[in-house]
């Protein structure tokens, strides 16, 4: 949570810190501000709301200066106000701060200040680092904040800056994602690539308990105790156009439009050119007699990662016959799992920087498991920890809303459990050519769907005159109502709950009356009667019932008010076309309830607080 973005160069700070600060707004959107050094020495500046708000202000009074620091929040420690906005400074106003994470000793460390005679204004845990760095400052800053450091508990990546050196900007990660820009008489920090791509393609990335001390001459690494690190720049190989609109009205919209692209990149070399092997040459530690000792498999994740999931669970089971146990992330490590190094524990995170998801998989390492990432980041926390990584290759996902990062983890899934089912012997060879003929004709199934988006702007404006719905299906359509619900809820603000067909009966039932939409899947050709009498269960009651079913399925399309038709597909491979509808319709249902489809309320994109 949290959008950090620092430089130290030649050029006005101000636009490169507002550009990188737009580009991290899907981290937080709730207030952001800069400090720079200008010539009347560091300056503040801070708006409650979007960075617009901060660029109006800026406009009518710039601050004029080649080092700065700026933030976009997600409150955490105090509401959203002006004062709670970062940069934080203290009583002196020579030293300035931004902060993403939490200091969990905050209180204790504010407590002492205050005895030291520290004035506070806000209601952050961030005052408190700004105060103990001046506190602690002998005359070089670093070594002021390598000793603030060790006095803080908790998440933290930092920018930190103070008047007395203004050649210098100090930068921490623990715990919280920080990387750095290496630019020609100019350097750069942020919470994420797209802040700085704009002015460089090479990067280091920070790992948890190093620093970077940056100069417009170059860049310093080092632990937290001030021992000098060597590391490999990293070179970005993905352009700042795939992080545009263009030309779409917002990111979700353009993001579920690239999902044939993005299946079609994460499936790429993985399959054979004759169609009948799965090869994933990346997986280095899982080897063929690694995979025989596994004797089950846990998932991991949060959210729409999460939904993913649960499609993945039916898939191994289904194609590798392995028991697969799933929890979302921050439950995991709490419940005392057993894990043994027997377990391959599957972590699935888009932004590869989520806490809980990170937590866990740290718990598994920590008890011998083999943890496999699927993430969407090559550089991530999770990505970089993990024993064995799938990429997915769906790009940069800006959407607050997961769209096409979901489709792709389904697709990583389905190479998995085929991956499995060929070096366990669990499928035969026709089998396993049957779905990946079938995997490869989803890119054009989806852009099929993709046509009719302008029925489901019909459905979806009707859809957003209501204030409760209800998503139902049985088995992977059951997973897939979860993620359409949740999609719904979270830019639509609609209350919408996703229940098993079969359920509904104990009980939300009772909830069904005259009118109500009904969101019924129906894609799972051995439950499809089964779901009709569920169908027809809440139909008796009065509900407006919207079927998502298979092209052909003429009989389930009699029981509906309304069909949208997906095309023919395995029964297992249902998933990744019937969640596209869904998608659709939350986007549309926002748009017409006028919300902020890419930026919903209370959320943000990478969650890395617990
Ligand atoms: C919903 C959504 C979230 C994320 C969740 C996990 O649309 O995007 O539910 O799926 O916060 O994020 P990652 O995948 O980055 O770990």
Request: hydrophobic share 40%.
């Amino acid at each position: 949570m949290c959008g950090i973005v620092g430089y130290i160069g030649k050029r006005n700070s101000q636009e490169i810190l507002l550009e990188g600060l737009k580009k991290l707004e899907y981290r937080g959107y709730d207030s952001a501000g800069v400090a720079v050094y200008t010539a009347s020495g560091l300056q503040i500046q801070k708006a409650k709301g979007r960075i617009a708000n901060l660029e109006s202000k800026l406009e009518e009074a710039p601050l004029n200066g080649s080092v700065g620091i700026g933030h976009t929040r997600w409150a955490t420690h105090g509401k959203p106000s002006d004062v709670n906005s970062h940069p934080h400074t203290d009583n002196s106003m020579k030293f300035s701060v931004v902060h993403n994470g939490i200091i969990e000793n905050y209180i204790t460390l504010k407590e002492e200040l205050i005895e030291k005679g520290h004035v506070f204004v806000s209601e952050t845990d961030t005052e408190v680092i700004s105060h103990l760095i001046a506190d602690l400052y002998e005359g070089d800053i670093l070594k002021a904040v390598q000793k603030a450091v060790k006095r803080m508990t908790g998440a933290f990546a930092l920018g930190v800056l103070t008047e007395f050196e203004p050649d210098r900007l100090v930068a921490v990660r623990q715990a919280s994602p920080l990387i750095i820009g290496i630019g020609e008489g100019e350097n750069f920090i942020g919470s994420d690539i797209p802040a700085i791509l704009e002015y460089t393609r090479n990067v280091f990335i920070l790992n948890d308990g190093e620093m970077a001390l940056l100069t417009r001459e170059g860049v310093e690494l080092m632990t937290l105790e001030g021992n000098f690190i060597s590391r490999e720049m990293f070179r970005v190989d993905w352009d700042i156009v795939t992080a545009e609109k263009a030309g779409f009205d917002h990111f979700m919209l353009k993001e579920i439009h690239e999902q044939p692209r993005a299946y079609r990149d994460t499936m790429g070399s993985r399959i054979s050119a004759d169609g009948t092997q799965v090869t994933l040459n990346e997986l280095t530690t899982l080897t063929p007699e690694a995979i025989r000792e596994i004797n089950r498999v846990h998932i991991v994740a949060c959210g729409t990662a999460y939904h993913a999931g649960m499609v993945g669970k039916y898939i191994i089971e289904k194609m590798a016959r392995i028991p697969v146990e799933i929890d979302v992330a921050s439950e995991y490590r709490y419940r005392s799992p057993i894990i043994t190094k027997d377990t391959l524990v599957i972590v699935v995170s888009q932004s590869g920087e989520t806490a809980d998801t990170l937590a866990a998989l740290r718990e598994a390492k920590r008890c011998g498991a083999h943890v496999l990432a699927i993430t969407n980041v090559v550089g991530s926390s999770v990505a970089r920890e993990a024993d064995d990584m799938i990429v997915t290759l769906a790009g940069p996902e800006i959407a607050v809303a997961s769209t096409k990062a979901y489709t792709s983890q389904l697709v990583a899934f389905y190479l998995f459990g085929l991956h499995l089912a060929q070096t366990l012997g669990t499928q035969t060879a026709a089998e396993i050519a049957e779905t990946l003929a079938a995997l490869k004709a989803l890119p054009e199934q989806v852009e099929a769907i993709l046509e009719q988006a302008e029925a489901i702007k019909g459905v979806a404006e009707e859809m957003a005159k209501h204030d409760n719905l209800f998503f139902i299906g049985r088995g992977l359509d059951y997973a897939v109502a979860l993620e359409g619900s949740l999609k719904l809820k979270e830019i639509s603000y609609i209350h919408s709950e996703a229940y098993a067909a079969g359920e509904l009966k104990h009980g939300t039932l009772a909830l069904i009356e005259e009118g109500v939409p009904v969101i019924a899947l129906a894609t799972q050709h051995e439950l499809l009667e089964k779901t009709v009498s569920n169908i027809k269960e809440v139909k008796a009651r009065g509900a407006n019932v919207l079927g998502i079913a298979v092209e052909g399925e003429l009989e389930l399309q009699k029981s509906v008010d309304s069909t949208f038709v997906i095309p023919k597909t395995l029964d297992v491979l249902a998933p990744a076309l019937s969640v596209v509808p869904l998608q659709l319709l939350s986007y549309y249902a926002s748009l017409a309830r006028g919300n902020d489809v890419d930026k919903p309320r209370n959320l943000a994109k990478s969650v890395t607080v617990e």
